[in-house]
């Protein structure tokens, strides 16, 4: 059951996850790190969130990453992400990673139909188009379609007109629906395949994963019981505690490094 944390109350899933030997701080960005923008693109993490987030890189045996279903060329955009940064990125949903001292990595896996994006990009706009307010992100694997200034009329209009062109002509293709969104990927790979990476990659004995979606639950129910996982918002989840929104994020993250940095002293 998942239970509601207020800040400044003290809860002891927080306290035991402070305390693990190393600890990765992986965040959803969309809703989590950032507020739910109008134009995908201009989401931002809030600077509290952002300072917090630098506070937990900074302490030994602390690792930080955002997890994320953008491709990676726009995540890196939108958390203004440097050659020289601390912070990991999964991209894709887990099927893309940079890590600090590394870089880019390849991570292997099957794609459903090798080649075919350009040909859903050139399927679906014409159906985007027909729409007010709905916009197409390519992304390296696929395509999303946003919906966040339309009418919810709009929104089944046009998420049931790509469902059909997809089930007809990409049926092998993973689909996965959020916050004003529908996507499709090539790649089979969610953001439980990346809680699986960057476990193995830091070495970490517990995880402290936080989202706001539906794509988020799959990285939740893959947790283990020395990890903790965080819901930003409304909505039924597998997680241990609940924050009402990326405010409330930055507080729990301001707890978490001030305990962890004590336990560390």
């Known amino acids: 059951m998942t239970r509601t944390w207020t800040p400044g109350s003290v809860d002891d899933a927080l306290t035991k996850i402070a305390s693990t030997p190393r600890l990765v701080v992986a965040l959803d960005f969309d809703g989590t790190a950032s507020p739910l923008v109008a134009e995908p693109m201009a989401a931002r993490a809030l600077p509290e969130v952002k300072a917090q987030l630098e ?3 900074a302490l030994p045996d602390t690792f930080v ?17 440097t050659p020289d940064s601390i912070i990991a990125l999964a991209g894709s949903h887990g099927a893309q990673y940079w890590f600090p001292g590394i870089g880019d990595t390849d991570t292997p896996g099957d794609t459903t139909q090798e080649g075919a994006r350009e040909e859903l990009w050139a399927a679906a706009q014409p159906i985007v188009d027909r729409y007010e307010n709905v916009r197409l992100e390519p992304k390296t694997f696929g395509m999303g379609i946003h919906t966040r200034q339309a009418t919810p009329e709009v929104e089944a209009a046009v998420f049931a007109e790509i469902d059909a062109l997809v089930a007809e002509r990409f049926p092998l293709w993973r689909r996965r629906a959020g916050h ?22 830091f070495g970490a004995t517990g995880i402290l994963f936080a989202g706001d979606d539906v794509t988020d639950e799959d990285a939740m ?28 994020m930055a507080a729990l993250l301001e707890a978490l490094a001030t305990e962890r940095a004590a336990g560390r002293e």
Do not use: C, N
């Not at 990453?65 to 939108?78: C, Q, T």
């Not at 990890?227 to 989840?237: F, I, M, N, Q, T």
């Open 55 to 57: 506070r937990l890189a």
């Open 65 to 81: 990453a955002y997890v994320s279903g953008r491709s990676m060329h726009d995540l890196r955009e939108i958390t203004e992400h």
């Open 180 to 201: 004003r969104v529908l996507e499709f990927s090539s790649r089979v790979e969610g953001k439980d395949a990346a809680m699986t990476v960057l476990r193995e990659h």
């Open 221 to 248: 129910r893959v947790l283990q019981p020395g990890d903790l996982g965080l819901r930003v918002g409304p909505g039924e989840s597998a997680a241990a505690l609940r924050v009402d929104s990326p405010q409330e």
